[in-house]
């Protein structure tokens, strides 16, 4: 069983396809028998995820601020809702909790924890996959500025390994399942 990590949005005013795939996504998991960690709310591409992972007989872990929480957008139907204090609780607990971590089209947030993760591995605190879903291209623009790092060395090019790019919910899942640890240099060596 893999324990999925997923950074995704809480909005609703988003194009259909975004929340069609997360839930593609959600079916997935809950049909190989793995589970969820996700933000802990049932609005938007977050609410649809984890409804597909419960419906498809998955696990799920929610884990929300208690600002969230008191706003009435938790979700009460998860298998395990923690409730944290702020932001920086809720992606420590996301983070311990995961065997591989997916971003999903998303905003602000999802770039945040995103850029997280990939920053703890790039130091050596985990090495654990981490799939971005470029969904039509979504992610496109981050990827060309992560392109634009490597030109400039401020970072370098073997940092491309710290990441998988999946054009469709399949390619998460190839990604995953395949992953062999890339034994990336440390960062001041």
Same mark, same amino acid.
């Given at each position: 069983? $893999? $324990? #999925? ?29 793995? &589970?969820?960690?996700?933000?802990? +709310? ?7 995820? &984890?409804?597909?992972?419960? *419906?498809?007989?998955?696990?799920? +872990? ?6 969230? @929480? @008191? ?31 997916? &971003? ?5 947030? $999802? ?7 990939? $920053? ?15 969904? *039509?291209?979504? #992610? ?10 490597? &030109?400039?060395? #401020? ?12 054009? *469709? ?21």
């Amino acid at each position: 069983m $893999t $324990t #999925f990590t997923v950074y995704t949005s809480s909005s609703d005013a988003i194009d259909a396809r975004y929340p069609a795939a997360a839930a593609a996504f959600g079916r997935r998991i809950g049909e190989r028998g793995d &589970a969820l960690v996700y933000g802990g +709310t049932d609005v938007g591409v977050m609410g649809v995820l &984890a409804q597909a992972v419960r *419906d498809a007989g998955g696990r799920v +872990t929610g884990v929300v601020p208690r600002m969230m @929480e @008191e706003r009435g957008i938790a979700d009460e139907a998860c298998d395990e809702l923690l409730v944290t204090e702020g932001m920086s609780d809720r992606k420590q607990q996301m983070i311990a909790r995961a065997d591989a971590f997916v &971003a999903l089209p998303g905003g602000f947030g $999802t770039l945040e924890e995103l850029l997280e993760v990939l $920053t703890l591995k790039q130091l050596g605190y985990h090495d654990k996959p981490i799939v971005l879903l470029d969904l *039509d291209g979504f #992610f496109g623009p981050l990827l060309a500025f992560f392109e634009r790092l490597y &030109a400039t060395s #401020f970072a370098s090019p073997v940092y491309r390994q710290l990441y998988a790019v999946a054009p *469709d919910v399949t390619g998460i899942f190839d990604h995953v399942d395949a992953y062999t640890p890339a034994g990336l240099p440390a960062k001041w060596a």
